[in-house]
């Protein structure tokens, strides 16, 4: 059974940061690519970050260019976001996704397995 378990987000100041992890089972993340997600309340779902199976291509939205960093380590089954420099404006709930498509031009879209989320709050 596929499953993803992200965890590390939680409440954290202006300009703090935070690393979030997306922990698979059920399957070898080697082969696949994984994408981040976030949803703010009243918004509709952005795609932030993506990473491709090989970890050659590597994909971030305007918004979070130069302070998110997408890694993984197939190791451990696990694909880790680093944020840095946090923004109120990055309070969201952060999924992770897998089985689908990771664009260096487009970012990541048709993602079939999804996480339960994990909330970030960005707040003084």
């Known amino acids: 059974q596929v499953q993803l378990v992200e965890s590390g987000g939680g409440l954290v100041q202006p300009g703090g940061s935070l690393r979030l992890s997306c922990a698979a089972s059920?399957?070898?993340?080697?082969?696949?690519?994984i994408g981040w997600f976030r949803q703010a309340p009243g918004k509709e779902r952005e795609g932030v970050s993506c990473?491709?199976?090989?970890?050659?291509?590597?994909y971030y939205a305007d918004s979070v260019k130069g302070r998110f960093t997408i890694s993984r380590d197939n190791a451990k089954n696990t694909v880790y976001l680093q944020m840095n420099s946090l923004k109120p404006e990055d309070t969201a709930v952060y999924y992770c996704?897998?089985?689908?498509?990771?664009?260096?031009?487009?970012?990541?879209?048709?993602?079939?397995?999804w996480g339960q989320g994990t909330q970030v709050t960005v707040s003084s």
């Open positions: 996704a897998t089985d689908g498509v990771c664009s260096g031009s487009y970012g990541a879209y048709e993602y079939d397995y």
């Open positions: 990473i491709s199976s090989s970890g050659k291509i590597t």
């Open positions: 059920g399957f070898t993340l080697d082969y696949y690519a």
